[in-house]
């Protein structure tokens, strides 16, 4: 094992054990690098890489914003990965459709309907309402999509979801060249994320799920990509 890997698997274990909380700090590079007897140059890349991750935070001089400090943003990590993986096309559009029916429609069936983010969710659709340019439009959508899965409560399905949003409104974006008439196509979509955001404010979780399966391969479909299925 490299020397950074063994900083990093240190860092690992105690924020495993609970010795290393959120908004926590790490220990000064120079008393980290003589713990765990490596150089303060290992110490440096295995930050660096956990800054990427979006794990922590470093801040120099003193004062509270000083040292590096243990964040909470877990779809950095993802989110980067995603976007990395998507622009070496390692991931098929199929593979993205599948994913966020499997996401999407378990999230919607199980979404509280008292859950805040359906109130910010209700709040982007007015705004697409208005919204003439395709870009931005989806854009929208993305982040509406994203507050849809987080009013299920489940954090993980939440932060994956948030990762995706990139990939999501890239895709996305990318098939509006396909669509016979973007003016109707949005006018459908709008129609269809109304009728969603409805069927979890009444509790029909069930239908809610089938409704935003439907939603989202009829967009891909109609752009000329083939479902999960064939």
């Avoid at 274990?13 to 700090?25: P, S, T, Y």
């Avoid at 004062?63 to 243990?70: L, R, S």
């Avoid at 439009?137 to 509406?144: E, I, N, T």
């Avoid at 009444?202 to 967009?219: F, K, M, Q, S």
Wanted: glycine share 8%; hydrophobic share 50%; charged share 20%.
């Amino acid at each position: 094992m490299r020397t950074h890997q063994l900083v990093l698997a240190w860092i690992e274990e105690q924020l495993a054990g609970g010795e290393l909380k959120v908004g926590g700090r790490l220990p000064p590079e120079r008393a980290l690098a003589s713990q765990l007897e490596v150089s303060r140059a290992s110490v440096r890349e295995a930050i660096r890489i956990l800054e990427a991750m979006g794990v922590v935070r470093s801040g120099v001089g003193s004062g509270p914003d000083a040292g590096t400090v243990i964040t909470a943003d877990p779809t950095a990590a993802l989110g980067s990965a995603l976007r990395l993986h998507v622009a070496t096309s390692h991931f098929p559009v199929a593979d993205i459709v599948q994913t966020r029916v499997l996401l999407e429609s378990w999230a919607a069936a199980r979404a509280d309907a008292r859950a805040p983010s359906l109130a910010v969710a209700a709040e982007l659709l007015e705004r697409m309402d208005s919204c003439a340019d395709a870009d931005e439009f989806l854009a929208l959508d993305a982040a509406f999509h994203v507050e849809l899965a987080t009013a299920a409560g489940n954090a993980v399905v939440s932060a994956m979801m948030g990762s995706l949003r990139a990939a999501i409104q890239g895709y996305a974006s990318s098939l509006t060249a396909n669509l016979p008439d973007w003016t109707a196509t949005s006018a459908r979509l709008q129609e269809e994320h109304r009728d969603v955001l409805d069927a979890i404010r009444t509790g029909d979780g069930v239908r809610a799920g089938e409704l935003v399966t439907a939603h989202i391969e009829g967009y891909y479909r109609e752009a000329g990509v083939a479902g999960p299925a064939a």
